[in-house]
């Protein structure tokens, strides 16, 4: 096969929040379908932007729907808790009126609710930004004429990206590592075809202890 699981999940995730639209699916979710369509869909032949093509269209579906049903749900919600009575008189003893307490107690439901959505939003708009991050060193990988999907895949899961993480600093140093992971089979970038000389057989000890130091320890 031409890419991985990981490739395919960055590759969607990247095409649904593009020009900053709002990916409602969970990362569980969406990762769970991802691999299952990896596993029954693709084969050596297949290529990484068709399968997206033909995949994208029922992300985008599923992702509206679960838009509707969160908005759905606040629309039912404020139906059948109208913001009324915040201010009851007091009772005959000078508490507060049956009514007023349940509706305060209502309305502090609906903001406890809502306070969960927007951190659910401000946790998949984070979430988006890194794998925009993502994707977008990964096609400069790819320009770069490393096309090692092996390496790829193994520098990737133990490179950290966040928000903030500059993708041309990345790429220096992903390249760095390429050079120093491929030396000995003089394999160096910019390359044609990142296949690996010699035996095939590729050593990431040196990326795993370059990327992230705390492992060797």
Known sequence: MKFTKQQLLDTLKAKL?????HLSISDKTIKSLS???FDLLVNEETELDDLVSKLLPQ???LNGNYEKDNAD???KWNKEHPQKNLEEEPGENGKEGKEGKESNDSISKLLKRLEALEQRDAEHEAERLVSGKRSELLAKL???GINDTKWVDAYM?????TKDSDIEKELS???EFYNISHSSRKANTPGASGQEDGDGKIDFSDVVGIVNPSAGE
């Open 59 to 61: 992300f985008v579906s």
């Open 17 to 21: 929040t593009a020009n900053g639209k």
């Open 142 to 144: 790819k320009e770069k």
């Open 73 to 75: 749900f606040i629309k």
């Open 173 to 175: 140093d992903a390249e």
């Open 157 to 161: 899961k133990k490179l950290t990206l």
């Open 35 to 37: 691999d299952s369509h």
